[in-house]
């Protein structure tokens, strides 16, 4: 059973305004991400950290800023919504190593809606 | 570089039916592979992993090989239940360990 936590799960906010999504893990992972889905669709990763004070831009180019000032939490905050933004947002977690094996375990997500 | 490709959905399957989901992956070294499933509303779980060649990972009557020798990790399971309906996703990590790659997802529903 993995032990990450995110908040909220559901959100419905207007264009303009600024949001985080809260992302906590409890197993003392180096490793954690957020990913972007559309319901039923491919995951894009748009951030990750691989430690405190580390993160770098995934893949898909995103307007959302993250933050790592502890282990446990690794926070997404969009300074102005839009209707684009509007999607899945799953947060995830691995330890760190340079081994594979490793394995990532997901949040339950954020479903985010700007009206 | 390191890929996975899986089979395209949606899949539909009468209950007790066999199913196979096809997943075939590109990566340097020797990978670790796994498959996640995706209730609605939710994020993934793991569903199994292997983390070497020939390993059978199983959980919840589902079965996937590492079969090196054809790149494949095909998803299996002997008779699927209305509960199974999902998302599958296959991924791989390279033997870095230092990121993960997933397959684009296969809709699976199971009709009574």
Redesign the interface.
């Known amino acids: 059973e993995?032990d990450i936590y995110?908040t909220p799960r559901y959100l419905v906010i207007g264009t303009g305004k600024k949001i985080t999504l809260e992302c906590s893990q409890t197993m003392g992972h180096d490793k954690m991400?957020w990913y972007q889905q559309d319901p039923?669709?491919?995951?894009h990763l748009i951030h990750y950290s691989y430690g405190v004070n580390s993160t770098e831009k995934g893949d898909l180019s995103s307007e959302s800023t993250v933050s790592r000032i502890r282990t446990e939490h690794f926070p997404l905050t969009l300074e102005s919504a839009r209707p684009s933004h509007t999607s899945q947002y799953?947060c995830?977690s691995?330890e760190a190593?340079?081994?594979?094996?490793?394995?990532?375990?997901?949040?339950?997500?954020s479903?985010l809606t700007v009206v | 570089g390191n890929s996975v490709t899986q089979m395209e959905g949606p899949v539909t399957l009468s209950e007790e039916a066999f199913l196979t989901i096809n997943c075939t992956y590109t990566a340097t070294g020797y990978p670790s592979l796994f498959w996640y499933v995706q209730y609605p509303g939710e994020g993934l779980q793991l569903l199994l992993k292997a983390t070497k060649a020939d390993d059978k990972g199983s959980n919840k009557g589902f079965e996937a090989t590492y079969r090196k020798e054809t790149t494949s990790f095909h998803l299996e399971k002997g008779s699927v239940q209305v509960s199974d309906s999902a998302v599958y996703f296959c991924a791989l990590s390279p033997n870095t360990g230092n990121q993960f790659y997933f397959g684009t997802g296969t809709s699976l529903t199971v009709i009574p």
């Open positions: 993995a995110q991400y039923g669709m491919e995951l799953l995830a691995s190593g340079d081994y594979s094996g490793n394995t990532i375990y997901f949040g339950e997500g479903w």
